[in-house]
């Protein structure tokens, strides 16, 4: 059922109020539903409950949608990414209803008598709302996936060091069934069981392979933990997985992909640390619909990059692939032997030439994969040098939306 014209209002009016108090209303939301509903544990991320991620995502969703209440419609790609991840943890039409008896109560909690019973009926609707617009397209992309419904048990058959603190895992199917093919770029939801709390931990990690029908590749880094980031459980449960051990796997899915036609356009691959991984699964599928198509490689890691090597053979291979390697944590060795494709320090695009970058080609596609501050940077670089953002596509390996700020041409 619509809003009417004054419960629109109503929840146009209570954006301000939000942007002061949705993050509070968000956590006393999560904390009020993992208390109450224990099972949500083995959906919901305790690192990103407790890095704050999932709340301010939440909010933010909670506020665009509030922004754009008279005009839905232009939330839907942003909606996208949210339901893509949904769908790869296995979240059900029934869950909506729990999760929105939580927010209402958290939200009358925090707001106290700001929070009037027409406030309170605006907002109901206004949530069944959304999250019919989420179940709908959510119930079309299970419909995609066919018969692989919810966890699938996969075999490690294979552990492959690819740098420091990285590993890939080859992964095929217990049951012997083909393997669905994917989009370079998309990636699957992993689940493990953690002893120490007795709930699964999942995580997104991409596929780092073209498709085949017989095993998946993902490539993984290991988080050790630092000051500013805490130790990763689901990597470090993945680095003890010996050959054999089982493991479970979501249909493979994301918003992140590469349109497998054949072109000539320049292709240019941005990525960072980990953020390696989609892109080389476009690179693959990009050679191989195209041997001859200019493509670009310019990636920044501490040290080693994964699939150096690999990339090496490739641009030797196929004179149209330039690559440029940038490491921000050189050690002496490697400034006292520093091949000519390698920058030492921060990726600078500026620094590039304008062959690799392609920025006078008027179709020229972009890919950027790594953390948020760099994808913002290159980003906003391009921008300003006039590259037509339909043109530029980006993967975050963090929970909710990139918000760029504004640039000055």
């Avoid at 953690?194 to 990690?205: E, F, I, L, M």
Wanted: aromatic share 8%; hydrophobic share 35%; with cysteine.
């Amino acid at each position: 059922m619509a809003l009417t014209y004054k419960e629109s209002l109503l929840v146009k009016a209570s954006v301000p109020v939000l942007r002061e108090h949705g993050e509070t209303v968000s956590r006393l939301c999560y904390s009020r539903l993992l208390a109450a509903n224990p099972e949500f544990n083995n959906i919901l991320s305790k690192t990103n409950q407790a890095n704050g991620r999932q709340p301010r995502a939440f909010t933010a969703v909670i506020l665009a949608f509030a922004s754009h209440i008279s005009h839905t419609s232009e939330l839907v790609p942003r909606l996208e990414r949210m339901c893509n991840k949904h769908c790869s943890l296995g979240v059900k039409p029934e869950h909506y209803a729990v999760i929105g008896k939580h927010l209402l109560e958290a939200f009358a909690l925090v707001l106290g008598s700001q929070w009037t019973p027409a406030l309170n009926a605006a907002w109901a609707k206004a949530y069944s709302m959304l999250s019919k617009m989420l179940m709908t397209r959510e119930g079309q992309m299970y419909g995609q996936f066919g018969a692989w419904q919810g966890w699938r048990n996969f075999r490690l058959d294979r552990k492959v060091i690819e740098a420091d603190g990285i590993f890939s895992l080859h992964l095929t199917p217990c049951d012997g069934g083909l393997l669905p093919n994917f989009r370079p770029g998309q990636y699957v939801s992993v689940r493990v069981p953690v002893p120490s709390t007795g709930n699964y931990a999942s995580r997104q990690y991409s596929l780092s392979e073209c498709s085949g029908d017989s095993y998946y590749r993902i490539t993984v880094r290991r988080v050790q933990g630092t000051k500013g980031e805490a130790a990763g459980v689901v990597s470090g449960l993945l680095d003890e997985r010996q050959t054999g051990d089982i493991l479970q796997l979501t249909h493979p899915t994301g918003e992140f992909y590469f349109d497998n036609h054949p072109s000539m356009s320049p292709l240019v691959l941005i990525s960072a640390g980990i953020g390696v991984t989609p892109l080389i699964s476009i690179l693959h599928s990009a050679l191989a619909l195209n041997p001859d198509r200019p493509v670009s490689w310019i990636h920044c890691s501490p040290r080693k990059a994964p699939f150096e090597d690999h990339l090496r053979q490739l641009a030797e291979a196929h004179p149209n692939l330039r690559t440029k390697f940038f490491r921000s944590k050189a050690r002496q060795p490697d400034l006292e032997n520093k091949p000519p494709q390698y920058e030492m320090g921060r990726l600078e695009l500026a620094s590039i030439g304008l062959e690799k970058l392609h920025l006078d080609h008027g179709g020229a596609e972009y890919y950027i994969c790594g953390p948020e501050l760099l994808t913002e940077d290159v980003a906003g670089f391009l921008s300003i040098q006039g590259v037509d953002p339909a043109r530029v596509k980006h993967e975050l390996f963090t929970t909710g939306d990139l918000e760029f700020k504004a640039y000055n041409v």
